[in-house]
């Protein structure tokens, strides 16, 4: 190495050695006035993406109304609702360090990203700062079972995913069917609603005959279905997402399986693509859903169900809202109550207003167990009837009777 | 070009053999990777204090590259075995320290050195068929292993807590040790980083690591001049995995939660190519330029372009890749010899 | 039995469907030793244009697959002869990171043109099946997707053995200097080898979309599966894709019914690398190619 080049390290090394020991500048400015700013990291972009925007839109009806209205009231003050956002790629540990992120920018409230993976692990990281998240996603049970008392989920928990599709059936089928088949993907999530789910068909003397486990966000689901067939099942249950739900449908046909009381599946029937890939065969099949226009219960921001419903539909271009923009605004609302309540901005003081928060609202009743779930809402069940999702139980918030046997 | 062609990414720096005379000049050649290592370190230090809690983890993010891509590259660049599959011992150190934690109770700083050491036993033992692939074949057996030891950890709930994640206890009395904290974490990978690399400079500069050059180069030539290709590979490749799991088990503490599609997550070990091939593979100061840069551009583009970012992305490492195959660091060096500082001729050199 | 009999079925057609998916990638690899990390998304624009012309004209999915395979051969040549084969000389890691990078672009194009819905392309008779004693059913999608495939490893096992430009093709791979030696346009051959891998994979995306679902999502698994496809099978062999894919399906299969539905991708991964630790060149393929370093 020439005289040169080590003069040049030397520089080198010097200048960074001296570069640090420089002085830090004034830390960021904490609250923003007039303004109250909530976090939010999503699944913008990654495998969760489309949920993750539906999301982002929840969010958006809330800054609009909310301010339309004339903003938040607390303490004396009216502040303007803001929302940002970032994007965490649909993966947990991104979603967790956003957060953090937010802690530095003095963003302590925050809104709750998609799905139970990042919703778990933004709970840890919000428990750890002192910050306050309203859940609108993340619906497993297993994350309220940590000791966590910094966050609040508006939707049902994991268990009634799969249980008030059994309850339903239990309350309307007529002849009440004899055994069912549960077919779950292996995610936390839909573990969690399968057990629920299993639990309560026990609970009301039916007769669980199969229990198989496909890989998340699969798109064949025939092994399962295969070893299911013999035992001609009179229910086929399915814990599962998008993909594997459309799998199961599509692959029953192909495969010959029928059975006599059609099928029912958590998540992916509300969405419109199910109906769409599937065109015919859908119809009959049931669905959970957190939140239908039917659903009962008002407040004042946002009215009730049918009036949320409007807002959606003129915000957004004339698209009819799914339950995943409804439990987004549900947070955001819940979150907007408790400032509103707690008189103040302050973290511990709106934990403490969101922990003692008991009101009706377009979502239905928002109230917290003290490990932080809603289990005072109940989930609706739909029925796909000549390609639409219509909501047939519970009786309060049915808009047709269920159609049974499902597939005739 | 000169007869002997010490091919891409060969550093000039070698040991003073006992019939050459210790000159000023080769004295200077050995010791100045450690000053500057050295100078880096108390640079990370001083840093410290200046930045904000937000910067303080995207730097202490970008030093844990800088390991990765460091420990990535003894057993890729060095020996020239690519292997995809390096997340595996990412994962596996990570998984490790978190199941010790969990359910031995043990203190993160023993489940840490003991996850090392499960990591370069695993790679012993997979690398005794394995080292025996070339190219591809090589690549595409250490990813499958990477895949596999996915699935594996999702489907042992009981043990693993499967697709729903684990979680490492860090307050409250469950804790075998208290979370570090933003700046203990910081330090953490600073020092892991800094090892890592001084691992790296030793290994360049020593018989070893021209062993590694060698079988790069021509495997069959190395082996007939009497180096033990086998145990070289072996010991690169486990000593790689090792440093790569003590990173994982720092940073499955830092999440405290971990999920296996995450600490097996390709796109890691893609990442730590990138950050290679780009700086430069098969010197030590290529990886640490790749991961900085790379590590920068991309939380650069996620903030600022967050929808279309990870195309953006792309598009970077294919118009790096084509103009400068080499790596930055090959590429300063030859155009620095030559004066030739065309990008252009780069790519000339390589396409068909 | 007849529950065996159903799995095996189905794992062959399934295992049809991947060879058809693999076959291109194969072909890339074996020729040129370039492993194409795009590949899978090179089969889900193939599925992406067979939707499109459904929606736009009511297009069938498999005869979609003859323009679907015309549109990707020709941005596959432009793909290979402007832009991999820029990196076609330099180490193993460029081109894998070059067609990494690709993939990233290419998916999210896909991402952002189409948004990350589910897909599905609905024909009136994919989902009826022909029944065999034992209530043992052959989908007819499936069928068809299998049948394809069969045809067209034929037909391009007979291209590249009896036609010029096939015989080329196949020298270039085997020594490309004395290839270019012979007079034979290296670049022109690589760019068709390139060309006709993703025309093959645009076909395999048509089929895809008639009988499953798609979405961005899923081209690394096709990728994945391309892979282990064609190392079961083995380089330097048309046939290999074939074997490899059906040998896939049915490990799957199998191994869905005898162990926990879950499991099915572990058991790939595990009988990648066994093949790769004990018979690097597979079942059909030339052992020259597994110890092949540079072209």
Request: charged content about 15%.
């Given at each position: 190495m020439s005289n040169r080049a080590f003069a040049g390290a030397a520089v080198v090394a010097l200048l960074l050695v001296t570069t640090a020991c420089g002085s830090k500048q004034a830390p960021e400015a904490g609250g923003d006035s007039g303004r109250l700013v909530l976090g939010a990291s999503l699944s913008?972009?990654?495998?969760t993406a489309k949920e993750g925007i539906l999301t982002r839109e929840g969010y958006e009806v809330c800054t609009k109304v909310v301010n339309d209205k004339g903003g938040v009231a607390a303490g004396g003050t009216k502040y303007q609702l803001e929302i940002r956002f970032q994007d965490d790629t649909s993966k947990a540990d991104v979603s967790a360090q956003l957060v953090d992120q937010y802690n530095d920018q003095g963003v302590k409230l925050i809104l709750g990203p998609y799905g139970s993976g990042p919703t778990d692990a933004v709970a840890a990281v919000v428990e750890r700062n002192g910050q306050v998240m309203a859940d609108?996603?993340?619906?497993?049970?297993k994350i309220f079972?940590?000791?966590?008392?910094?966050s609040f989920a508006v939707l049902s928990p994991a268990t009634s995913y799969v249980a008030s599709i059994v309850q339903a059936i239990n309350d309307l089928a007529t002849p009440k069917p004899k055994t069912f088949a549960f077919i779950s993907a292996d995610d936390g999530f839909s573990k969690t609603a399968t057990q629920g789910g299993i639990s309560k068909a026990k609970e009301l003397?039916?007769?669980?005959i199969a229990e198989e486990y496909v890989p998340?966000?699969?798109?064949?689901v025939s092994s399962a279905l295969t070893k299911i067939k013999?035992?001609?099942?009179d229910v086929i249950l399915g814990s599962v997402h998008l993909s594997e739900g459309i799998a199961i449908v599509k692959q029953s046909k192909e495969l010959g399986v029928?059975?006599?009381g059609g099928f029912g599946e958590t998540v992916?029937?509300?969405?419109?693509d199910f109906v769409k890939t599937l065109a015919g065969s859908a119809e009959g099949v049931l669905g959970s859903t957190?939140?239908?226009?039917?659903?009962a219960g008002s407040e004042?921001?946002?009215?009730?169900a049918t009036d949320y419903a409007a807002t959606f539909k003129t915000q957004f271009g004339g698209r009819d809202p799914v339950y995943h923009n409804a439990e987004a605004t549900a947070a955001c609302l819940a979150l907007v109550l408790a400032v509103e309540k707690a008189g103040s901005t302050d973290p511990d003081k709106v934990r403490d207003a969101l922990a003692a928060l008991d009101t009706p609202s377009f979502f239905g009743p928002i109230k917290f167990t003290p490990?932080?779930?809603?289990?005072?809402k109940q989930m609706a069940v739909i029925q796909i009837q000549n390609g639409k999702a219509v909501p047939v139980w519970p009786a309060d918030s049915a808009e047709a009777p269920l159609k049974w046997p499902a597939t005739a | 070009m000169s007869i002997v062609d010490v091919g891409q990414g060969q550093e000039v720096a070698g040991p003073a053999t006992p019939s050459a005379p210790v000159t000023a000049a080769s004295l200077r050649r050995r010791t100045t990777p450690w000053v500057l290592l050295a100078a880096g370190l108390l640079f990370g230090i001083g840093l410290q204090p200046q930045l904000y809690p937000a910067q303080e983890r995207l730097v202490s993010t970008v030093l844990m590259f800088v390991a990765l891509a460091t420990a990535w590259n003894l057993i890729g660049?060095?020996?020239?075995?690519?292997?995809?599959?390096?997340v595996a011992f990412f994962g596996l150190g990570g998984y490790g320290t978190a199941l010790m934690m969990v359910h031995?109770?043990?203190?993160f700083w023993l489940a840490m050195a003991a996850s090392a050491v499960v990591a370069f036993l695993f790679a012993a033992l997979v690398g005794?068929?394995?080292?025996?692939l070339k190219g591809h074949y090589f690549a595409i057996a250490t990813l499958g292993v990477a895949e596999g030891l996915r699935e594996v950890v999702t489907n042992l709930p009981k043990l693993?807590?499967?697709?729903g994640g684990i979680t490492i206890p860090t307050?409250?009395?469950?804790?075998?040790?208290?979370?570090?904290g933003n700046d203990g974490f910081y330090l953490l990978f600073l020092f892991l980083a800094v090892a890592v690399v001084a691992v790296a400079i030793v290994v360049a500069s020593s018989r070893g690591g021209y062993a590694l050059r060698a079988i790069h180069q021509d495997e069959d030539a190395a082996a007939a001049m009497g180096i033990n290709t086998t145990l070289a590979k072996t010991l690169a490749f486990a000593g790689s995995a090792a440093l790569t799991g003590a990173v994982g088990s720092a940073r499955a503490f830092q999440l405290q939660t971990i999920y296996p599609d995450r600490s097996f997550d390709v796109a890691i070990t893609v990442l730590m190519v990138v950050m290679v091939v780009l700086g430069?593979?098969?010197?030590?100061l290529g990886p640490i330029i790749g991961a900085i840069s790379v590590a920068f551009a991309s939380e650069w583009l996620r903030t600022n372009?967050?929808?279309?970012h990870i195309f953006l992305l792309g598009g970077m490492i294919i118009v790096a890749v084509v103009l400068l195959p080499q790596g930055f660091t090959n590429y300063v060096r030859d155009a620095v010899r030559a004066r030739r500082f065309s990008l252009l001729e780069n790519v000339r050199r390589y396409r068909l | 039995m007849a529950q065996f009999l159903q799995a095996t079925v189905y794992g062959l057609l399934q295992g049809g469907l991947l060879a058809l998916i693999a076959v291109g990638f194969s072909l890339v690899w074996g020729v040129m030793?370039?492993?194409?990390?795009?590949h899978g998304a090179f089969v889900l624009a193939g599925a992406y244009v067979a939707l499109q012309l459904h929606d736009a004209v009511g297009l069938d999915p498999f005869v979609s697959m003859v323009p679907a395979a015309l549109l990707l051969f020709g941005f596959g040549y432009v793909v290979q002869r402007y832009l991999v084969n820029l990196v076609?000389?330099?180490?193993?890691f460029i081109t894998l990171l070059l067609t990494f990078g690709l993939e990233l672009v290419l998916v999210n194009l896909m991402l952002y043109l189409f948004t990350a819905d589910h897909q599905s392309i609905p024909t009136g008779?994919?989902?009826g099946s022909l029944v065999l004693p034992g209530d043992v059913r052959i989908p007819y999608g499936r069928l068809i997707a299998a049948l394809l495939a069969l045809a067209l490893t034929v037909a391009l096992v007979y291209v590249m053995r009896r036609t010029r430009t096939g015989l080329s093709i196949l020298a270039t791979g085997m020594d490309r200097g004395a290839a270019r030696l012979m007079g034979i346009k290296a670049r022109h051959v690589y760019a068709l080898t390139f060309g006709i891998a993703a025309a093959m994979a645009g076909a395999a995306g048509a089929a895809v979309g008639a009988v499953s679902t798609f979405s961005p999502a899923d081209a690394g698994r096709f990728t994945l599966f391309s892979f282990v496809a064609s190392v079961l099978g083995?380089?330097?062999?048309?046939w290999g894709a074939l074997y490899g894919g059906l040998v896939l399906g049915l490990v799957q299969a199998w191994g869905g019914q005898l162990l926990p539905g879950t499991l099915v991708n572990a058991v790939a991964f595990a009988v990648l690398v066994l093949v790769l630790a004990f018979?690097?060149?597979?079942?059909?393929?030339?052992p020259f190619y597994a110890s092949r370093l540079e072209v």
């Open positions: 913008l972009t990654g495998a609108s996603a993340g619906a497993d049970n079972a940590k000791g966590y008392r910094r003397g039916f007769e669980v998340n966000q699969t798109t064949d013999p035992k001609n099942p029928r059975p006599t992916a029937p509300p969405i419109p957190q939140w239908t226009p039917k659903t004042r921001f946002f009215g009730s490990e932080g779930m809603n289990v005072t | 660049g060095f020996a020239g075995y690519a292997s995809f599959g390096q031995l109770n043990m203190s005794a068929p394995l080292l025996r693993t807590g499967g697709g307050f409250g009395p469950n804790a075998p040790t208290r979370w570090l430069g593979s098969g010197t030590v372009y967050t929808d279309v | 030793n370039v492993v194409n990390l795009s076609v000389n330099g180490p193993i008779y994919a989902e083995g380089l330097g062999n048309m018979r690097p060149q597979g079942i059909a393929g030339k």
